[in-house]
Nanobody, 129 residues
Framework: QLRLVESGGGSVQAGGSLRLSCTAS????????VAWFRQVPGKQREGVAL???????YYTDSVKGRFTISRDNAKTTLYLEMNDLRPEDTAMYFC???????????????????????WGQGTQVTVSS
């Protein structure tokens, strides 16, 4: 029903930039929230950025001022512009989706990772010092 495909990862030096894309393919009329997450081996998946259905963007504290989330008008592609990258940003980046039901229009907060249950395959970001 919903398929997510991430792209745009790579290896950069500290201070560099990358732009990640998450393309959503949907075959139903269901509504979803889609957000960016990242995970380092051995650690829990962490919410990075979310753009709610009213257009409000939310970020985890460590990326505020450096990362920008956006989406295209058709809402089929979600972007994550990452600037001033740091070695601690190294991780596998995923987009995750949560289905909205009824009149609900609010996306789960970034810290509620378990609410998101549809995942892409991820794209690796490696930042060297």
């Amino acid at each position: 029903q919903l398929r997510l495909v991430e792209s745009g990862g790579g290896s950069v030096q500290a201070g560099g930039s990358l732009r990640l894309s998450c393309t959503a393919s949907i075959t139903t009329q269901n509504r979803y929230c889609v957000a960016w997450f990242r995970q380092v081996p051995g650690k829990q998946r962490e919410g990075v950025a979310l753009i709610d259905n009213d257009g409000t963007a939310y970020y985890t504290d460590s990326v505020k001022g450096r990362f920008t989330i956006s989406r295209d008008n058709a809402k089929t592609t979600l972007y994550l512009e990452m600037n001033d990258l740091r070695p601690e940003d190294t991780a596998m980046y995923f987009c995750g989706a949560d289905r909205l039901y009824g009149l609900s229009d609010r996306c789960p907060r970034l810290d509620l990772v378990g609410e998101y249950n549809i995942w892409g395959q991820g794209t690796q970001v490696t930042v060297s010092s």
